[in-house]
């Protein structure tokens, strides 16, 4: 990432000068003393010099060496942190955070967690990347990694190990702070009674098949509005294909541009129940579904083509990484298609007036073919609905380029004692259809 070089160099020396209250050598350190180096500035102090501009330590420091110290929180043990070392200036209650970048690996064999280092400033560079502060070596008017064989000339371990005490927080402190002028700096959090989305259940911690990042969706269980916040984890990290917990508890993590970051799994203490919506009457992620390519037979669940039982258009489970779904493919150039993914029956339980949503995902459209319906009940291949009760609201007609969430507000008949959702493929006409339709995480819940 390129970013414009300083140039309020006279602001800066100014704030140096007020921190160190000197412009002389006495600070200069010689080979001598290399062993017997102090930090003389506070990380806080550092981190505050940024201005939404690149500095060059070079620049601030007025001839005064300019030495930081903190404690690392972070890991590289399990690779879900890689080439990058995060430190905070206390082990407790802390108040600054900053991320060292580096070309090195296996940085968990000489640097844990818990150990203060020493950073020496000179040559190296401050950036701030999506709010996240970064160090790293300065050159040109750029930020980069410290090199492998320049790290020990600018990380100093020291003697002093110590047990970092995560700051307690809970999910909303996090996103009104980030929604504030002041965010949250990067720090080690502990979020208790936390617990994965329903739509995410029975997963794992990122995708098998690749290295890319994968974002788990965390929800509190607390009395409050519930609020979320995203796990992120890395492609790397070697605990990548083990399943997600499905209980609640507590995560320690790093906090990290709203995100949270785990070490490793140990990171994740979800020993307890997990808690329930009983406002969502029905949650349907097709998560469970081991064999794809195939029809849907999901318990309860109907998927029938009522317009020839020879025809085998149906709706069948897909799979992109790592994503299970329902998909519909186009309907041919002559035949009629009747084909329905209904869902199982949902109990009326304290209101008729209900929220339905579903993500849709609509391909190659050239015609409507989707169809949404209240279904009373389902007798073999009769299904028994009205078409005054047709949900139209949430189809949608045209490409999209992913999967788009769609939500609206259904009433279900009075002389209804249960519904079920009924996703019709219907293909009235001999016109070539080429509209493919998917549909994902399908949710009913009270308002």
Known sequence: ???????????????????????????????????DIEANTELLAITNLYENDIVEFN?????????????????????????????????????????????????????????????????????KVENVIHIGAYSNGEITPISSDDFQDFVISTNNNEAIVPKTITINEILEAANSDEPLPTILVSIENVQIIDEQLNTTYANVDNNSDVDKTLINCTDEDT??????????????????????????????????????????????????????????????????????????????????????????????????????????????????????????????????????????????DLEIFIVENVSGDNINFSEANEIDDIVLSEDTSGFITKETTITIPSDYDSFRIGFRYNKKSSTPSETEYQIDNIVISEE
Request: glycine share 4%.
């Open 1 to 35: 990432m390129k970013n414009t070089y300083l140039k309020p160099f006279m602001l800066l020396s100014i704030i140096v000068a007020t921190l160190f209250a000197c412009g002389d050598d006495d600070n200069a350190i010689t080979p001598e003393q290399e062993d």
């Open 59 to 127: 620049q601030v420091q007025n001839g005064a060496t300019l030495i930081a110290s903190g404690f690392i929180i972070s890991s590289d043990v399990s690779k879900n942190i890689n080439q990058q070392i995060y430190i905070q200036d206390k082990t407790e209650d802390a108040t600054s955070g900053v991320v060292i970048d580096v070309t090195l690996d296996n940085i968990y064999l000489t640097h844990s967690i818990g150990q203060e280092i020493l950073l020496k400033l000179n040559g190296l560079g401050m950036q």
């Open 227 to 368: 609020q979320t916040i995203i796990l992120q984890n890395s492609g790397l990290s070697t605990f990548k294909a083990l399943p997600f917990p499905t209980e609640q508890g507590t995560i320690t993590a790093i906090l990290s541009k709203n995100k949270l970051i785990i070490r490793d799994t140990n990171d994740i203490d979800f020993t307890e129940e997990r808690c329930i919506d009983d406002s969502v009457l029905l949650h349907e992620d097709f998560e469970s579904i081991t064999e794809t390519n195939e029809i849907i037979t999901l318990d309860g669940w109907v998927d029938i083509n009522i317009s020839d039982p020879q025809l085998f258009i149906r709706w069948e489970a897909q799979k992109t990484n790592d994503n299970i779904f329902a998909e519909i493919e186009k309907g041919g150039s002559t035949q009629k298609y009747d084909a329905w993914l209904i869902t199982k029956e949902v109990q009326i339980v304290n209101t008729r007036t209900l929220k339905l949503s579903v993500d849709i995902n609509v391909n190659n459209f050239n015609s409507n």
